[in-house]
């Protein structure tokens, strides 16, 4: 998707901080924190949401990803992966993406 600025900060057509990448997906913190650790993994290729025909090969890649993200920031006590599914659960950006939260006690309210 040609106007889709997640496709484009994970393919470095917009500059960011990749935390992680591989040939699949790239992961970068996120621009409005909603905790310590706040970090986007995404698919370098554009599926609207997690129900969009994502092929398998691409959720393990953002599975390994999740791991790869939580040691790089350290998150030993444990952390929280959400992913929103279209606007009425609050998915701003129609790109799949996984919000990988923690470095503070999260609670059991936040779910």
């Known amino acids: ?3 889709c600025i997640f496709c484009k900060l994970a393919n470095h057509e917009i500059p960011t901080t990749i935390v992680y990448e ?19 993994v995404v698919p370098k290729g554009h599926y609207e949401n997690i129900v969009d025909g994502v092929p398998g090969e691409v959720l393990e890649h ?4 999740v791991k790869k993200v939580a040691e790089a920031k350290g ?11 279209g606007a ?16 503070t006690d999260l609670g059991e309210n936040l779910v």
């Open 75 to 85: 998150l030993t006590d444990g952390f929280r992966v959400i992913a929103n599914t």
């Open 1 to 3: 998707m040609a106007d």
């Open 62 to 65: 953002m599975a390994l990803a």
């Open 22 to 40: 591989d040939d699949l997906v790239a992961a970068f913190d996120d621009a409005n924190p909603q905790a310590p650790v706040h970090t986007l």
């Open 88 to 103: 009425a659960a609050g998915q701003t950006v129609m790109h799949l993406h996984w919000h990988v939260l923690g470095g």
